[in-house]
């Protein structure tokens, strides 16, 4: 018998979710089995996770590849859980639509089915996007989980980011349909703009733009208002959901919607010694409006977040600091 919690496998590990959902992990007493890609030439430094106070007798890392799902049975044998939050992420476009879309589908299948022969998997959570919600043909001021972004605006209109989200929404779809026919439980998390501290080594992407200003950029955001939660309550959310009675379905995780302005004078009040835009510049941003996702479900269920707007600011300008990003 596994000390603690029992095992619980996280793919992706090496991601800016991924490793906060690790320490998390560790922190609440689980055994925790990750996935990172192959690295032939052994150039990855994942210190960042083997050095996490437990991780020496709690944590083992294996190699894995969406494109070979197969690749992830050795890391998924014996876990009662999987966190499934390695995706294809190609904001650039530098592959095709339809070659993202299948390596994400194919590869979380696969993962699904590997959690059908270790015979020791109950449930799997999945780390979907909020751009699987909120595309539509019509304006909508709140949105929960019924809502499904339409696959053929998105292919109309590519907006940045298009084919991401397509695989995102397909993916999703693909999982939940999967989970019901083959009685496995799946159960789907998705997060807003993600912000807050980070261990992995790389800038995650998400803190760089909501951060823009501070970095130097006068128009940084692609839409005027912006919904946003930080890391710890995604990860701690994710862990909520494995350890739930009975979840079901989708669950977003969004508790703030916030005006670009308003990002602006935050970081205006708390930050005087960086050059932002003024609110005049700040009000020619242009852009959708994004909706509000309500988090009423997961928070119906028993969860609380427990960081406010100005907390996830100050610990993301807090860790860019002390990691060298921010002067």
Same mark, same amino acid.
């Given at each position: 018998?596994?000390?603690?919690?029992?095992?619980?496998?996280?793919?992706?590990?090496?991601?800016?979710?991924?490793?906060?959902?690790?320490?998390? =992990? =560790?922190?609440?007493?689980?055994?925790?089995?990750?996935?990172?890609?192959?690295?032939?030439?052994?150039?990855?430094?994942?210190?960042?996770?083997?050095?996490?106070?437990?991780?020496?007798?709690?944590?083992?890392?294996?190699? %894995?590849?969406?494109?070979?799902?197969?690749?992830?049975?050795?890391?998924?044998?014996?876990?009662?859980?999987? =966190?499934?939050?390695?995706?294809?992420?190609?904001?650039?476009?530098?592959?095709?639509?339809?070659?993202?879309?299948?390596?994400?589908?194919?590869? %979380?299948?696969?993962? =699904?089915?590997?959690?059908?022969?270790?015979?020791?998997?109950?449930?799997?959570?999945?780390?979907?996007?909020? *751009?699987?919600?909120?595309?539509?043909?019509?304006?909508?001021?709140?949105?929960?989980?019924?809502?499904?972004?339409?696959?053929?605006?998105?292919?109309?209109?590519?907006?940045?980011?298009?084919?991401?989200?397509? *695989?995102?929404?397909?993916?999703?779809?693909?999982?939940?349909?999967?989970?019901?026919?083959?009685?496995?439980?799946?159960?789907?998390?998705?997060?807003?703009?993600?912000?807050?501290?980070?261990?992995?080594?790389?800038?995650?992407?998400?803190?760089?733009?909501?951060?823009?200003?501070?970095?130097?950029?006068?128009?940084?955001?692609?839409?005027?208002?912006?919904?946003?939660?930080?890391?710890?309550?995604?990860?701690?959310?994710?862990?909520?959901?494995?350890?739930?009675?009975?979840?079901?379905?989708?669950?977003?995780?969004?508790?703030?919607?916030?005006?670009?302005?308003?990002?602006?004078?935050?970081?205006?009040?708390?930050?005087?010694?960086?050059?932002?835009?003024?609110?005049?510049?700040?009000?020619?941003?242009?852009?959708?409006?994004?909706?509000?996702?309500?988090?009423?479900?997961?928070?119906? %269920?028993?969860?609380?977040?427990?960081?406010?707007?100005?907390?996830?600011?100050?610990? %993301?300008?807090?860790?860019?600091?002390?990691?060298?990003?921010?002067?």
């Amino acid at each position: 018998m596994e000390e603690g919690k029992g095992r619980v496998c996280v793919t992706g590990g090496t991601g800016f979710i991924g490793s906060w959902i690790i320490k998390r =992990l =560790l922190e609440d007493g689980y055994t925790v089995n990750t996935t990172v890609r192959l690295d032939p030439e052994g150039k990855k430094d994942v210190s960042f996770l083997t050095n996490l106070p437990g991780a020496s007798k709690r944590l083992k890392i294996f190699n %894995a590849d969406l494109s070979k799902p197969e690749s992830f049975s050795a890391a998924i044998e014996g876990c009662t859980g999987v =966190l499934h939050t390695a995706t294809p992420i190609d904001l650039q476009e530098n592959e095709a639509e339809e070659v993202v879309t299948k390596r994400t589908i194919d590869g %979380a299948l696969g993962i =699904l089915k590997a959690c059908m022969n270790s015979k020791s998997v109950k449930r799997v959570v999945y780390t979907s996007s909020a *751009s699987a919600v909120f595309w539509q043909s019509k304006e909508e001021e709140t949105m929960d989980e019924s809502y499904w972004s339409d696959v053929n605006i998105l292919k109309t209109l590519k907006p940045f980011g298009w084919s991401y989200s397509v *695989s995102k929404t397909l993916a999703e779809k693909a999982l939940l349909e999967f989970g019901e026919q083959h009685g496995l439980q799946v159960v789907t998390l998705i997060p807003t703009f993600v912000l807050g501290p980070f261990i992995c080594p790389k800038l995650p992407g998400s803190v760089y733009s909501s951060l823009a200003f501070l970095f130097g950029e006068k128009n940084p955001f692609s839409a005027t208002r912006i919904h946003m939660v930080h890391v710890d309550d995604v990860a701690r959310a994710h862990i909520f959901l494995l350890e739930h009675p009975n979840p079901k379905g989708r669950y977003n995780c969004s508790p703030f919607i916030v005006n670009v302005e308003e990002i602006a004078e935050l970081l205006s009040a708390k930050y005087p010694e960086f050059q932002i835009p003024s609110l005049e510049e700040v009000k020619n941003i242009n852009g959708p409006k994004l909706p509000h996702l309500t988090s009423k479900k997961i928070m119906d %269920a028993g969860f609380e977040f427990k960081y406010s707007l100005e907390d996830m600011f100050e610990d %993301a300008v807090q860790c860019c600091k002390e990691k060298g990003y921010l002067q």
